[in-house]
């Protein structure tokens, strides 16, 4: 079974910790104890998930809830509210890419020495959120073509604000053809790199680079690995690959 990806058991997790709050207190225990209860029952699923902060959005997405209703004295629906946001910057079709996670301002130096690019060439940033990766990639490449997809209607939106330099459209990475494309740039997840992987190998010709900041394509050999900002490394491959 593919793993399930980590809003699911985050909404889930949310979910099943008010019913078995609105169960506990049906039965007359006490709303302190309650609360404590439900809040360790959270830890378990939150602790399978691999990532630090998503362990601490798990954890903390109750507790925070439950101080905002007793405290605010907001309606019991209120707490419903950031998952309509979350629904609406990313819609359930997105939920197996990266969330959005900006690209540092200086990650991508040194980039255009360790794969030149010859002016004019087109450039993908597959996920682009808010722009901050083509703001990255623009820095290094001052004269090529940059394109940004993203999946968010509302952030491709922004982002094209943002980013006048670039043309960014509201897509599907997935779906999207590299074939035209002599650099792919993304931000993604662990879990979704070998998806990107596949996809490069079917789509992008020989002399287009594959550049992945911080997470490793390990089915592929690595040209070079930079790394200008502290965790976050730069990993470049090359059509055909090794």
Known sequence: MARMVWPLPALLTWLTAWALLLALRAVGLPPAIAFVLVTLATAWPAWRLS?????????????????????????????????????????????????????????????????PLPAGARVLEAGCGLGHGLRALHRAYPEVQLTGLEWSAPLAGLCRLRCRFAQVRRGDIWTEDWSGYQMVYLFQRPESMPRAVAKARRELKPGAWLVSLEFEATELSPVARLETVAGKPVWLYRAPWA
């Not at 362990?55 to 629906?77: D, H, K, N």
């Not at 419903?80 to 540092?104: E, I, N």
């Not at 990650?107 to 255009?112: E, K, P, W």
């Open 51 to 115: 990532h630090r902060w998503r362990r601490l959005i798990v954890l903390a997405g109750f507790p925070l809830s439950f101080l905002a209703l007793v405290q605010g004295g907001l309606p019991a629906w209120a707490w419903l509210a950031p998952l309509a946001l979350l629904l609406l910057l990313y819609p359930l079709r997105s939920w197996r890419d990266a969330p959005l996670f900006p690209t540092p301002a200086r990650a991508l130096d040194g980039l255009a020495t360790a794969a």
